[in-house]
T-cell receptor, first 117, second 114 residues
Framework: AQKITQTQPGMFVQEKEAVTLDCTYD???????LFWYKQPSSGEMIFLIY??????QNATEGRYSLNFQKARKSANLVISASQLGDSAMYFC??????????????FGGGTRVLVKP | DTEVTQTPKHLVMGMTNKKSLKCEQH?????MYWYKQKAKKPPELMFV???????INESVPSRFSPECPNSSLLNLHLHALQPEDSALYLC?????????????FGPGTRLTVT
């Protein structure tokens, strides 16, 4: 069974600084995908970034980058130049492809980030 | 358009009521999902529909009944719920059968069972 672990329940970060959110995973699959989602207090889950297990380069999307270390089974999210609007809960998730059924996501416990002005 | 809409935003219902949650997307996605999220917990998958057919039921109690009338709509019918069913219910959609396809989530329905 797949397992996602986020060891940081909460973090403070100063505005304009970078922050790294940890995510480790466990799977026996050779092909898998890792996602990061942001959930503000409003409740909506916002997709941030994706990394495939066969992708050789680390994924980047604007201020978000994923530090993918396959041998260590880690997929840490780096947010550069933090903004007040980055205050939210962040979830790491692993995708299990169920043939034609779509993606079954297993989520980590989440990390709450609070950006201080 | 990457929007998934959900109605209602908030719902309060008694244990004997029957209500429905609605979800709609117009991205041409053929996989749709229901998740349940308790406070301070990650979302937990409930159901997956693929090409309008139920493909995954994560052992959800029968008081939750999903329905997919067409490729754009997903409903969750609620009957005889318990107070512990109070949670945020999230709908999501994605391409079906695609390895890298992210799921797009709606804003959720906050359900309170009294």
């Amino acid at each position: 069974a797949q397992k996602i672990t986020q060891t940081q329940p909460g973090m403070f970060v100063q505005e304009k600084e970078a922050v790294t959110l940890d995510c480790t995973y466990d799977t026996s699959d050779q092909s898998y995908g890792l996602f990061w989602y942001k959930q503000p207090s409003s409740g909506e889950m916002i997709f941030l970034i994706y990394q495939g297990s066969y992708d050789e380069q680390n994924a980047t999307e604007g201020r978000y980058s994923l530090n993918f270390q396959k041998a260590r089974k880690s997929a840490n999210l780096v947010i550069s130049a933090s903004q007040l609007g980055d205050s939210a809960m962040y979830f790491c998730a692993m995708r299990e492809l169920i043939k034609a059924a779509g993606n079954k996501l297993t989520f980590g416990g989440g990390t709450r980030v609070l950006v201080k002005p | 358009d990457t929007e998934v809409t959900q109605t209602p935003k908030h719902l309060v219902m008694g244990m004997t009521n029957k209500k429905s949650l609605k979800c709609e997307q117009h991205m041409g996605h053929r996989a749709m999902y229901w998740y349940k999220q308790k406070a301070k917990k990650p979302p937990e998958l409930m159901f997956v529909y693929s090409y309008e057919k139920l493909s995954i039921n994560e052992s959800v109690p029968s008081r939750f009944s999903p329905e997919c009338p067409n490729s754009s709509l997903l409903n969750l019918h609620l009957h005889a719920l318990q107070p512990e069913d109070s949670a945020l219910y999230l709908c999501a959609s994605s391409q079906a059968g695609s390895r890298g396809s992210e799921q797009y989530f709606g804003p959720g329905t906050r359900l309170t069972v009294t």
